[in-house]
């Protein structure tokens, strides 16, 4: 009898110590962090892209880890890279405000605004490499603001849904780097994709500061005719 009355309170005992770390245990996994940027430099991981950010030194490289919806402003004198890394960054209003000699690089990923522009450039840079970048509602994907200050660097497969906005002394054009031209194209809204349609040349790009429609940057050798190309307005 006293044998199992002891197994008996032994098995009681085991019962009790395992219910009474049962909340301590869903406790810890409920509060557990998700990380969801990393510092390339030094691997630190983050909890938002915006505590990387404000870690981050200058020529550090950022990668995202998932996707994230942040807002947030750069200020001014800093320069790093920030690599999507396939994923998409999005947000409300302004997803992205570049401050002044701020110089920033965003690559490999999308960056899209639910209601407002995608990136506000105040008198920075931005530098865009294979980036699909969407502005919301009637805003432009990217808009520069301050001419003699703002610069926006672009190359192949990149895509500013919106369209593009730039000071009134300068066109759209002034923007392009050598051997480029800009094309309309497709955006599927469901999939998120964009397709460049690389023959419809926007002329107007030649001539104005603005462009309401889906821009892509595509690679041009001026074929010229009678001393014009179709890419150019006249």
Known sequence: NNLLKKRFFSII????????????????????????????INNKEYATLQAA????T?????????NVKESFTIESGNDYTIDLNGHTWSGDEDVLQIMQQSVITLKNGKLVSNTGRGIYVISGTVKLENMLVKGGNI?????????????????????LIGGLKVPTSKTLADYLPSGKTFV?????????????????????????NEYTGNLALVSHEHQFTDGKCDCLAR
Not at 53 to 56: L, S, T, V
């Open 13 to 40: 005992l085991t019962i009790a110590v395992a219910l009474s770390m049962m909340p301590t245990m869903a406790w810890a996994d409920e509060t557990e962090t998700t990380m969801v940027a990393k510092n390339s």
């Open 184 to 208: 309309t194209c497709t955006y599927n809204e469901t999939t998120g994709e964009a397709t460049a349609n690389s023959t419809d040349f926007v002329t107007t790009a030649y001539t104005l």
């Open 53 to 56: 950010i404000n870690d981050a």
């Open 58 to 66: 200058n020529n550090a490289t950022i990668q995202l880890m998932q």
């Open 139 to 159: 805003t432009p994907a990217i808009e520069l603001y301050i001419s003699s200050y703002s610069f926006l660097e672009i190359s192949d497969d990149t895509f």
